[in-house]
């Protein structure tokens, strides 16, 4: 990441990654895996760099998310996890 994003930068960047991708034939599809996602500012910034490099497509799994509470637009997500919807004893497949 070049120095003038710093840890707190929070909007999607153009140039924030610098990528080589091997093949740039359109068949590379790389995943990118997130420890967090905040904004989504380094995620699009990421996906974005890798499209202009020559992916075809770009998929981002998250691994946590930071919901603020007292964020009016967060509170439909926060009320729609209260009532858990995964369970173990369910097929996700099959139900």
């Known amino acids: 990441m070049p120095n003038r994003y ?3 930068a929070r909007h999607f960047q153009r140039d924030w990654f610098t990528v080589r991708l091997p093949d740039r034939s359109g ?3 790389p995943l990118v895996l997130d420890d967090t996602w905040t904004t989504g500012s380094r995620a699009q910034s ?3 760099s890798l499209k202009r490099a020559g992916a075809s497509s770009v ?10 509470p007292d964020h009016a637009a967060s509170r439909p997500l ?6 858990p919807v995964f ?3 369910i097929c996700a497949v099959e139900r």
């Open 59 to 68: 998929g981002v799994v998250v691994l946590g998310r930071h919901v603020n």
């Open 87 to 89: 369970d173990f004893s």
């Open 27 to 29: 068949k590379v599809r």
């Open 78 to 83: 926060l009320k729609a996890i209260e009532e």
């Open 46 to 48: 990421l996906a974005h």
């Open 6 to 8: 710093g840890p707190d």
